[in-house]
């Protein structure tokens, strides 16, 4: 069983940082792209950041300059650090990756969600 587990949500102030973790487990043989997105209440799903398996990095517009993504492939996580927060980044923050098992085949999977709120 292949799972993504989030952590590191939590409220923060407005212009304050928090690093998001999000770590893949199971009998894993290999993680394609991974990415960042989130969700605000009466939003669409968003694209916040993603990183190859190679180390290229794409970033939305509204995030680019405070948020940075990357990864640890010897512990199959990618992180999101996120600084000089504003109100309007407040959403659940969902990670997204691309996993080949050991015992079957490509699953893109999501994390259970992690919200963050910026708010003083």
């Known amino acids: 069983q292949v799972q993504l587990v989030e952590s590191g949500g939590g409220l923060v102030q407005p212009g304050g940082s928090l690093r998001l973790s999000c770590a893949a487990s199971?009998?894993?043989?290999?993680?394609?792209?991974m990415g960042w997105y989130r969700q605000a209440p009466g939003k669409e799903r968003e694209l916040v950041a993603s990183i190859t398996a190679g180390g290229s990095i794409s970033n939305d517009d509204s995030v680019k300059g405070r948020f940075t993504i990357s990864r640890d492939n010897t512990k199959n996580t990618v992180y999101l650090q996120m600084n000089s927060l504003k109100p309007e980044d407040t959403a659940v923050y969902y990670c997204?990756?691309?996993?080949?098992?050991?015992?079957?085949?490509?699953?893109?999977?999501w994390g259970q969600g992690t919200l963050v709120t910026v708010s003083s």
């Open positions: 199971g009998s894993i043989l290999g993680i394609g792209v």
């Open positions: 997204n990756a691309r996993v080949v098992p050991t015992t079957g085949k490509f699953l893109e999977l």
